[in-house]
């Protein structure tokens, strides 16, 4: 048999090639006994349905929103609040009929993903600010929501109060007695290694790390402590290992280190162990995020939560949000939202050693 068209199926039928089309798109116009009789016709001559990209032609849309990460998809797909998140708007997206097309900041030869891909809009999800690819974005007018990224007008934005939770998170320490404490970070630009407070300035390349390490030096220096910052490329747990290994051999240690993801922290805590410490008696150890492994390590992890299923669904209703009013020419003001981020203390720390 040849090529099955809307058109064969309606001579099979008896019917017209627009009532055969509206048991595909418009089922409601239909009866749903006349509608079963066409699938069932469909299904036994082999057709699929009509051509995903001649129905979007038509429509003027594409069916698909984009997500632009700074890091490799290897790295998000290993990362439990990256996968937690990603799930998340899967979720929110699935009733609107929306598919999430996952953008790389690399260039794959003459094609760069934020320009080239067709979407009907995207998520810029804690990006670098130099990333050309927030630019590109921002230069094709699509809608866009930025999560973790420095707010600006026009766009709507999800945010997590980072400061405020990493400032709890510092303050703890300060309250259990630690004088000495140490701050794991991440980074792909800039410096790496140990990097005393004054020398951070070129070092952060993002607004999330921006508010996160404000944050620990609110509670801090009101205190009188100077941290010593290991800061490293990635943010998984070797990263963590080898950030902690660099502040453990250095000149009077800390007895507390305060990290900017759970994964850091973890990598921290192997550290510790490998070193012959003791967590938390040796070593008080405080992450970030509240992800799935932190109640699982031993000892539990003390850290800050953010909401990463809620932080997804907003997101992506925000999205499908402009993207709706996008279509209809109707104005939609912008909302920053800003999730809280609250101190969750378990068993990883403790006051110091006398």
Known sequence: MGRVTLQTIADRVGVSRMTVSNAFSRPDQLSPTLRDRILAVADELGYVGPDPAARALARGTTGAVGILLTDSLSQAFSDEVATTFLGAIADELAPTGLGLTLLTTNQAGSVIPARDVAMDGALVYSCDPENTGVEWLLRRKIPLVFIDQNPADGVPAVNVADRAGA?????????????????VTSGIRGRHGLIAPEDTGDVIDGFVADQRLTGWLDALTPAGITPVIARQP??????GYRAASELLKAGDPPTAIVCFSDALAQGVMEA????????????????????PAAARMRPPLTTVRQDILAKGHAAAAALTRAIEATRTGEPQAAEHLCLPADLIVRASTAAPRA
Do not use: C, M, N, W
């Open 167 to 183: 400032r709890a998170a510092a303050q703890h320490l300060v309250d259990l007695g630690h004088r000495r404490v140490g701050i």
């Open 234 to 239: 990635h943010g998984d747990p070797d990263s």
């Open 272 to 291: 510790a162990v490998d070193a012959g410490l003791t967590v938390p008696e040796d070593l008080s150890v405080v992450g970030f995020d509240d992800s």
